[in-house]
């Protein structure tokens, strides 16, 4: 049974920093693709970061401040969250593409865990 655990996360104020880190659990597959995305609330979740393939891809809104991080040993990624801002306030899930042996690569999510930048 695969798991993603999420930790990090809480209350920051304008222009502080967070760390998130999220570990899959379990054995046997490979990983496609692995980041973040987040979920306002009253609005769709979305993607906040992507890493596959040796290359990493950001949502418009968090270039120059977020930078994620794979650790391919521990199976687990990170989010570095610089210079919040208030729109930043969201759900964050962890994210993961993976694949088994003779299937195809499958989504997986982290439970989520809560980000809020407020002064």
């Known amino acids: 049974q695969v798991q993603l655990v999420e930790s990090g996360g809480g209350l920051v104020q304008p222009g502080g920093s967070l760390r998130l880190s999220c570990a899959a659990s379990?054995?046997?597959?490979?990983?496609?693709?692995m980041g973040w995305y987040r979920q306002a609330p009253g609005k769709q979740r979305e993607l906040v970061g992507i890493?596959?393939?040796?290359?990493?891809n950001y949502a418009d809104s968090v270039k120059g401040r977020f930078t994620i991080s794979r650790d391919n040993f521990r199976n687990a990624v990170d989010l570095q969250m610089n210079s919040l801002k208030d729109e930043d306030t969201g759900v964050y899930y962890c994210?993961?593409?993976?694949?088994?042996?003779?299937?195809?690569?499958?989504?997986?999510w982290g439970q989520g865990t809560q980000v809020t930048v407020s002064s």
């Open positions: 890493s596959a393939g040796g290359v990493t």
């Open positions: 994210y993961a593409l993976l694949k088994f042996y003779l299937s195809v690569p499958r989504p997986y």
């Open positions: 379990g054995s046997g597959f490979s990983i496609n693709a």
